[in-house]
């Protein structure tokens, strides 16, 4: 069974940094794909940043320069760095695993970020 745990949200006030972990079991991680998302009251979910199996990475618009996206292979771990916080990045963000050959599509939980003003 596959799982995919978030952590490391909280509330920080704007200017400030925190770096989100995604835990992935039940998977071969290596090979897949994985997509920060995030997804603000009455607000669609957006792609934050991805990160490919052979670390390629893309960002947000509203995010690049700020946020880095990493991964450890022998860990299953998936990070974001988040610096320079705005109270504009305040959203549930969620981890995304998933094969852009198969239809393997997995969301963590999701893990509240708030930035205060």
């Known amino acids: 069974q596959v799982q995919l745990v978030e952590s490391g949200g909280g509330l920080v006030q704007a200017g400030g940094s925190l770096r989100l972990s995604c835990a992935a079991s039940?998977?071969?991680?290596?090979?897949?794909?994985v997509d920060w998302h995030r997804q603000a009251p009455g607000k669609q979910r957006e792609l934050v940043a991805r990160i490919t199996s052979g670390g390629s990475t893309n960002y947000g618009d509203s995010v690049n320069g700020r946020f880095t996206i990493s991964r450890d292979n022998a860990k299953n771990t998936v990070y974001l760095q988040m610096n320079s916080l705005k109270p504009e990045d305040t959203a549930v963000y969620y981890c995304?695993?998933?094969?852009?050959?198969?239809?393997?599509?997995?969301w963590g939980q999701g893990t509240q970020v708030t930035v205060s003003s």
């Open positions: 039940g998977i071969g991680f290596s090979v897949y794909v």
């Open positions: 995304r695993v998933h094969s852009p050959y198969t239809t393997a599509d997995y």
